[in-house]
């Protein structure tokens, strides 16, 4: 008996230590409210370690899993992290409402000290609160000194325009901004010409170029996921708000190579599938994640081509961010032949049907607004009045914000209201 014993001793010390994460694991529950109206939050997101819960229709949650701290975070609020133990004498979470309104800053824009500092007066003294920055550009540079060695090997950090990117993101936190880091995925010329095996190839063998004379990395290639994703982490480690993923799609062209057959199935489960995977390799961070599509996405129901299904991006998705510049609504929408003309209603009715296809709440999009002159119609300039009717028509939409895009960088108060 006493043999047994020892036996059994052993055996529950070596499943412990076969399992030290449940050995070590603690329950803990508690209430998320909102900061001022003081009503519970239903489906905030709860993290702790790699387990995430979320909360019921009374705020309430039950979490088990590692860690002393948990990470909290719901669609129209700020996220915070919090230290496990003031469950314990039942303290609330209290969550700030956040409506992000954003301006872009790409690869060279953050580097550039006068295009910085504009930015960052027009935050100061208006409406504006929330920086867009591009982590990953469209060219496949990346903007700070990254330790993917995938990176260094493929040329991707010749130019640093962020020399300290956790020292960046602090000071923006300290000026009240919230962080949007945008990495720029399959359209990545730096990688697909120094690994010809990740490129989209032509029917004849040769590395795929777009209009820009830019090469595209295969959308079915694990190694092109991971690539970015691990960017993804690096960008939550460092602080960053939310991941924003752009070009995540297939070329809007025929007649290129893939490994699998282009199929509307094939492309729509590849563009869902690294969704899925950035997601769960950003659990630990509790970063809000959102991604750029086609405002033309909004309207068709197939995946126009190039995976991107709005049915499907939600699963995954905190913010779903078509972009609804009018400009890039080429052939008109049902009544509107010259969407220019007729801004304000161009980003309500699309957003509209988003939620009529859908069924999600209005917050769950964030829609991109021109803030440049019209390329495809009459040459408009986008001043205030257009800019303005951009935004009054996602506010009254009830969208989760709104980001300002000039290629340019160039902003100006036009359309923006006074900080107040």
Known sequence: MKNHKLFFSFLLVFLGALNPVSASATAYGGTVIDASTKKPIEGAFVTLGNTVVRSDSNGKFQIDGSGDRLGIRAYGHSRLEVAASILTNGTPILLDSFIPKAIYLSFFGIGNKQLRESALSLIRDTELNAMVIDIKGD????????????????????????????????????????????????????????RPDLAVKTAGGAIWKDREGLAWTNPFSKTVWDYNIDLAVEAARAGFDEIQFDYVRFPDTTGLVYPVPNTEKNRVDAISGF????????????????????????????????????????????????MLYPSGFKFGLPGYSNPVHNPGQIVYLSLEKAIKRTGLSAIRFRPWLQAFRDYAFDRTPFQEEAIRAQIDAAGNFGSDGWMLWNPRNIYTKNGLRAKR
């Open 275 to 322: 969704f899925s995977e950035a997601r769960k390799k950003l659990i630990p961070y509790n970063v809000f994640l959102s991604a750029d599509i086609f405002g033309y996405v909004l309207w068709n129901t197939n995946d126009t081509y190039i995976g991107q299904k709005l049915e499907n991006l939600a699963a995954d998705l905190d913010y779903i961010s078509p």
């Open 139 to 194: 060219r496949g540079k990346i903007a700070f000194k990254s330790a993917i060695p995938l990176a260094a090997e493929v040329g991707a950090q010749e130019i640093i325009t962020i020399k300290d990117i956790n020292s960046l993101v602090r000071n923006l936190h300290a000026k009240g901004i919230y962080t949007i880091a945008r990495i720029v995925v399959f359209k990545d010329d730096a990688l697909a010409l120094e």
